[in-house]
């Protein structure tokens, strides 16, 4: 069974950096990956969306601040999260899906069909 696996949360101060790891259970070519967060109770908002051609994708509250990458030929992603603030304060999920990235992939959730059990990222004021 596929599987995702995320790591590197914690707890930071507003302003400092993170870096999240997601790494698959098995290669598994031409996946559209990316990165949900969620805040309790509320709805799970897409962060970014990374395509196999290199298409990256941000939304706008983490625009400039957060970037998504993959190493070539590796089974894993990451979020680098920089300037913090508070309201990053969420749990963070990696996904991806077979399908070729689409604007879809970031704004809904559903578009995703693998998730990882998720990090938690607190970011203090």
């Known amino acids: 069974q596929f599987q995702l696996e995320e790591s590197g949360g914690g707890s930071v101060q507003a302003g400092e950096s993170l870096k999240l790891s997601c790494t698959f259970s098995?290669?598994?070519?031409?996946?559209?990956v990316g990165w949900y967060r969620q805040v309790q109770g509320e709805e799970r908002e897409g962060v970014a969306t990374?395509?196999?051609?290199?298409?990256?994708s941000y939304s706008d509250s983490v625009k400039g601040r957060f970037t998504v990458s993959q190493e070539n030929g590796k089974k894993t992603f990451y979020l680098q999260m920089n300037d913090l603030k508070p309201e990053d304060s969420a749990m963070y999920y990696c996904?991806?899906?077979?399908?070729?990235?689409?604007?879809?992939?970031?704004?809904?959730?559903?578009?995703?069909?693998?998730w990882g059990r998720g990090t938690q990222v607190t970011v203090s004021s």
């Open positions: 098995y290669p598994y070519p031409n996946l559209c």
């Open positions: 990374l395509s196999s051609i290199g298409t990256v």
């Open positions: 996904v991806a899906d077979s399908e070729r990235c689409r604007d879809e992939h970031l704004a809904i959730a559903a578009f995703m069909d693998y």
